[in-house]
Nanobody
Framework: VQLQASGGGSVQAGGSLRLTCAAS????????LGWFRQAPGQEREFVGR?????????????YYADSVKGRFTISRDDAKNTVYLQMNSLKPEDTAVYYC????????????????WGLGTLVTVSS
């Protein structure tokens, strides 16, 4: 799986951005997709993830870091091999390079838990 994130930019505090992660490869719908971010001088941190379709219930579940819960929303369109990160009510502390990642198996919300990574896209939030 190859991933490419886009949609970053500069925005004022309180504004919104939507990041897009386009994937190539087969069986995209079976992958867990995660978003991470890395601020200057900081370690890469988990933002959120979306599971594959639950065969039993048909739904996909999302999980978020406490710092973004209620402000960020992850969704995916398996027909387009794309995952989205909608970011609302942005804060200066959200400034970071954002990465999308994928793996066929969920083993944790850590960078080392994901096998496939895309190049990041920079989000800058000014106060």
């Amino acid at each position: 799986v190859q991933l490419q994130a886009s949609g970053g930019g500069s925005v004022q505090a309180g504004g919104s951005l939507r990041l897009t992660c386009a994937a190539s490869g087969r069986s995209f719908e079976t992958y867990v997709l995660g978003w991470f971010r890395q601020a200057p001088g900081q370690e890469r941190e988990f933002v959120g993830r979306i599971t594959w379709s639950d065969g039993r219930t048909g739904g996909r579940r999302t999980y978020y870091a406490d710092s973004v819960k209620g402000r960020f929303t992850i969704s995916r369109d398996d027909a387009k091999n794309t995952v989205y990160l909608q970011m609302n009510s942005l804060k200066p502390e959200d400034t970071a390079v954002y990465y999308c990642a994928a793996d066929q198996f969920y083993t944790g919300d850590y960078p080392d838990s994901y096998k496939f990574w895309g190049l990041g896209t920079l989000v800058t939030v000014s106060s």
